[in-house]
């Protein structure tokens, strides 16, 4: 499945409301309307009450995306847990803290910044993240999160692999 949204900026968004109303296409919204909300049952099957996932906004649309596709059938319940999104969060986290370090030794003009492990996919991904309503950006981390899930791409290797 390809990333079906261009933007979720805001005059796209009311230009859409604003056209369902214009054409009286009540039917059709109750389509979409039956749509999102078997997503969103399916998502809330995955978070839990209050979950630290859940707190970055730019974060929620590809969880949505992902979503569909447990719906469609082009993901599985074991490609999409919450343990693989933690997963995905934890290697951001170490990536960022990586990134961070690796300045640091870089400022110090420290020989060992060389060897701090740091991904640029990761590192874009965040910096992607900063332009949450983007068509573009999202594609982009919604393919790299996509790909994380269904285990066609690492991080870091860890010492249990």
Not at 44 to 60: A, K, S, T, W
């Amino acid at each position: 499945m390809t990333f079906s949204r261009s933007t979720t900026k805001k005059r796209v968004l009311d230009e859409f409301v604003e056209d369902f109303k214009a054409r009286r296409a009540e039917g059709e919204a109750s389509v979409l309307e039956a749509a999102t909300a078997d997503v969103l049952s399916a998502l809330v099957e995955l978070f839990e009450e209050q979950d630290p996932l859940l707190q970055r906004i730019g974060m929620l649309t590809l969880y949505y995306e992902l979503g569909r596709e447990l719906i469609a059938g082009q993901l599985t319940h074991t490609d999409l847990t919450r343990e693989r999104l933690a997963s995905f969060e934890a290697a951001r986290a170490h990536n960022r803290a990586n990134e961070r370090f690796r300045r640091i030794l870089l400022e110090r003009h420290d020989d060992e910044a060389g060897s701090v492990q740091v991904d640029a996919r990761l590192s874009a991904f965040d910096r992607q993240l900063q332009s949450t309503n983007d068509g573009g950006s999202m594609k982009e981390r919604y393919h790299l999160l996509r790909e994380y899930l269904v285990g066609a791409v690492e991080f870091f290797h860890t010492s249990d692999g």
